[in-house]
């Protein structure tokens, strides 16, 4: 996709094909305003932005398709039909996203007096199963073998080493990765600055020393010299631009296979790190803090792998007597 895209751009610079705007729709016009209002008023990251544009399109062209758009004639039956029709193709995280963006969708047009109040309630909700087992880990010593099988003899092999160690040492997101910027590092403080991203709030993390090596290390000798501000750059065509989340999950996802790890999920490595950080004791506020998590909720799964914490409030299993 991405390889396409390319060629699109350098068609149509060379002005061997021509881009052909369709006039907006209705519901292209509504999207762009819920657009607008997701980015200017709430805030949210480019990602959850993308599904809730995605999901709202889907039930808009799904409810009126041709029709006039008329949103007061949504109904909680149409949202019910919906929902268990594009339950039946999607996994049930996907679903929860599904759901969770025409609550948002249908907020906004009740804040624009376009639906009944009430509409938003009426989505349907999902029990959280996931949070059910506790989250999948790395032991240390599959860290220490996944980041031996870097070559950091190569440029590459020093962008990719250091891209893992933000994951496995600060406990990163894959777009907070791919976003970092040669601005956020502050050296002589030895801090790394993120900016505001999934969370809404900006964050300030200490630098670990094996972390400030590579980085240090890839932009001296690895990194290409070009005019761009974000740290991690592609190493082959397009050369010099910015890596995208795409990008760097497959480079990680190599190391996995390169290492022997049966495993594909880049965020085992954010588990990893919280695990370990609240197994040496590690406050859950602190831990939510440097993962940037907006609720404490989101930080208790680490406590179900704690298990040295979970065997003092065990209570023994009581005997009976003869």
């Not at 052909?20 to 990602?47: N, W, Y």
Request: contains cysteine; glycine residues 6%; hydrophobic residues 40%.
């Amino acid at each position: 996709r991405i390889a396409l895209h390319r060629l699109l751009e350098f068609l149509q610079k060379r002005k061997i094909i021509v881009q052909r705007f369709k006039p907006l729709t209705p519901i292209d016009r509504l999207i762009g305003s819920f657009e607008q209002h997701m980015a200017q008023v709430c805030g949210l990251a480019d990602a959850t932005r993308f599904y809730r544009r995605r999901y709202s399109r889907q039930f808009l062209m799904w409810r009126f398709g041709k029709q006039p758009l008329r949103p007061r004639q949504i109904r909680r039956s149409d949202l019910l039909r919906f929902v268990g029709w594009r339950a039946k193709t999607l996994r049930s995280g996907s679903v929860k996203v599904l759901t969770a963006s025409l609550r948002s969708f249908l907020r906004f047009l009740q804040m624009e007096g376009r639906v009944k109040p009430t509409l938003a309630a009426a989505v349907p909700s999902l029990p959280a199963w996931e949070r059910c087992p506790a989250p999948r880990t790395l032991s240390r010593e599959q860290i220490a073998e996944l980041l031996r099988h870097f070559d950091r003899a190569t440029p590459l092999g020093r962008r990719d080493y250091a891209m893992t160690l933000c994951l496995t040492d600060l406990g990163l997101r894959l777009s907070e990765v791919a976003q970092l910027s040669i601005e956020d590092l502050d050296w002589r403080k030895g801090t790394l600055r993120l900016p505001k991203n999934k969370s809404g709030r900006e964050r300030l993390l200490p630098l670990p020393t094996r972390l400030g090596k590579a980085l240090a290390s890839y932009l001296r000798h690895g990194r290409p010299s070009v005019a761009q501000k974000r740290v991690f750059l592609c190493h082959h065509f397009p050369w010099g631009t910015p890596l995208g989340v795409g990008q760097v999950r497959y480079a990680v996802q190599r190391a996995y296979i390169r290492a022997g790890i049966p495993a594909t999920r880049i965020h085992l490595l954010r588990h990893s790190f919280a695990t370990c950080l609240h197994q040496q004791g590690t406050s859950l506020k602190a831990l939510a803090d440097l993962l940037g998590h907006q609720s404490l909720e989101s930080t208790t799964i680490y406590t179900r792998v704690n298990l040295r914490q979970l065997r003092r409030v065990a209570m023994p299993w009581p005997q009976s007597k003869p």
